[in-house]
């Protein structure tokens, strides 16, 4: 018998022996963890760099819509209803609209800062001022819904006070008609928010004003009846109590209105806008939805710019708010202003920085029933405004603060990092800032030289 030898096993049909699988294992697990340890920090960054974008441009389009309000600050409308030489008044009473019923008509001013005036929200207070921030609020007040200016026809006594029916042939009103619903258009001109009380301005033909609150009658501020150029547009007014549409007998012939005002008044819309940062609230209807899906709160304490009516009470209308910059932070005010009382000789602008207290001067003199007035001062021909926004990224992914250096009177300190956290931060909880700073002239503003 012959025997055969058992085959050569070849070097390549050779197995990997354990030791050689486990240390093919441990290396092959820490080149996986160094990748993905790598994704996750190139996800981490982009992230925060998509945050960190969001929060500049929310603030370069909140920047924007505060800039628009501004230029038409003052539109169709007055720089200051106290000292305007240009507003019809009996001779006894200069200017004196009611402060009890119609505060906010009594306040009537193109701009109108409120100093620090954000922190009346308890939560702004506490958050901002854990920050070392106090956030201002700003009342802009002008023609906001039209630029139209409309023939009266007539001005009589009757509805809630006194009925302003128009000329349907002029070509404001035919403006109107030609739209698919006039009835619709013509309130939201003159009542923006629906069931609230604004101002109209009502021009004779001497070129002096009358400023008077709204009412709704029959249906709203406005009402058109019929169609076309025969159709009858109307616009009430309130005349009753402190007001009345003033004759040209009731101001010793220094403007008013003659007759029935036939063809020899304009009527405007007027609104007051607020600008200011507040945290989203349940009176916020038009965001009920997004609210409602927070749950239980306002998460991450955040604030966020707002843009809201007020009324002719002088109310806030949260029903009409416009959330414009989600996680505002701040909101800083500066006027440049003539404030000198004579009338000969060079008058110089006084520039207040954007945290100076004094610009609290340039609200509405003579109004002593706000404590926060100066009646001495006299806030007359604010040229420009200073304007400062800052917002924060959405999620707190900073450990630690860091703030701007020390900056100029006129420029104000501003955060570079913000504590989201009540009870304050220590290793956690930092937001990253961005901050814009923008300076607007004021044009309708421009031409008030008292």
Not at 282 to 297: E, H, M
Request: glycine share 8%.
């Amino acid at each position: 018998m012959i025997r055969r030898p058992l085959p050569v096993r070849r070097a390549a049909e050779r197995g990997f022996t354990l030791s050689e699988l486990m240390i093919a294992m441990v290396a092959g697990l820490i080149v996986a963890l160094a990748v993905v340890s790598l994704s996750n920090e190139a996800t981490n960054t982009f992230h925060e760099e998509g945050r960190t974008a969001a929060a500049e441009m929310g603030l370069r389009t909140a920047i924007d819509r505060v800039r628009n309000d501004l230029i038409r600050s003052g539109f169709m409308s007055t720089a200051n209803i106290w000292a305007d030489p240009l507003i019809a008044h009996a001779p006894s009473q200069p200017n004196l609209p009611d402060k009890t019923t119609y505060p906010g008509l009594a306040k009537l001013q193109s701009v109108r800062l409120g100093y620090q005036g954000s922190m009346s929200d308890a939560l702004v207070k506490t958050i901002s001022t854990a920050n070392g921030l106090a956030p201002d609020s700003l009342d802009l007040s002008g023609n906001f819904t039209s630029a139209e200016a409309f023939v009266v026809r007539s001005a009589v006594a009757g509805g809630c006070g006194t009925v302003l029916t128009l000329e349907t042939d002029s070509p404001a009103v035919l403006r109107v008609l030609a739209t698919a619903s006039p009835a619709a258009t013509i309130n939201a001109l003159f009542q923006p928010v629906p069931g609230a009380t604004f101002a109209v301005r009502i021009e004779d033909d001497s070129g002096r004003f009358q400023y008077l609150p709204t009412c709704s009658s029959g249906g709203g501020v406005a009402t058109v009846t019929g169609a076309g150029i025969a159709a009858t547009v109307v616009v009430n007014v309130v005349t009753n109590g402190a007001f009345k549409l003033l004759s040209a007998k009731d101001t010793s012939m220094n403007g008013g209105a003659t007759g029935l005002g036939v063809g020899r008044l304009l009527v405007n819309p007027v609104q007051t806008v607020r600008w200011q940062l507040r945290p989203l609230v349940a009176a916020d209807t038009v965001y009920s939805t997004q609210f409602n899906a927070l749950g239980a709160g306002n998460p991450g304490n955040a604030l966020h710019l707002f843009r809201s009516f007020v009324d002719a009470s002088g109310n806030l209308l949260l029903a009409s708010s416009e959330l414009v910059a989600e996680y505002a932070v701040d909101f800083k005010i500066g006027l440049s202003a003539d404030l000198t009382v004579a009338t000969t000789g060079p008058r110089p602008l006084t520039v207040f920085g954007l945290s100076d207290a004094n610009n609290s001067l340039q609200n509405v003199a003579g109004d002593v029933s706000d404590s926060t007035l100066n009646p001495a001062a006299r806030p007359q021909r604010i040229r420009s405004v200073r304007l400062r926004l800052s917002t924060r990224s959405a999620i707190a992914d900073r450990s630690a603060a860091l703030t701007a250096p020390s900056a100029n009177a006129q420029q104000g300190q501003y955060p570079l990092r913000y504590c989201t956290l009540s009870a304050g931060c220590v290793t956690s909880g930092w937001s990253r800032v961005r901050t814009q700073t923008t300076e607007v002239a004021l044009p309708n503003s421009a031409k008030a030289f008292y």
